[in-house]
């Protein structure tokens, strides 16, 4: 017989709904990270396909490398770690006398 009383939990589930729990809390940590990674992704397309707008920042998943929209369209590109900046126009796609 068990030597449980009336509304107390036996320690194997209460070991078992512990175990469900941190498997789930790390599902959902992932999916997150995959959704703020999808984001990330969208908007750096954005501003090197030239749609972005002046302002306009992304910074890569380690943090080191910063996208930046300027006036007029123009890109920068700073990476922290090693002291560097870049600065490029883009080319849209309504362009043609670009190739």
């Known amino acids: 017989m068990s030597a449980n009383k009336g509304n107390t939990v036996p320690t194997s589930a209460k070991a078992i709904l512990l175990i469900c729990t941190v ?27 030239g749609e972005g707008k002046p302002g306009e920042t992304v910074t890569s998943k380690n943090g080191e490398v910063i996208y930046l929209v300027l ?17 490029y126009s883009v080319v849209k796609k309504s362009d043609n006398s670009r190739n």
Not at 27 to 39: G, K, L, N
């Open 23 to 49: 498997m789930i809390s790390c599902q959902c940590t992932r999916a997150f990270a995959e959704d703020t990674d999808a984001v990330r992704n969208a908007t750096l397309n954005r501003i090197v396909r």
């Open 71 to 87: 006036e007029g369209g123009i890109v920068e590109v700073r990476n922290t770690r090693y002291g560097t900046s870049q600065r």
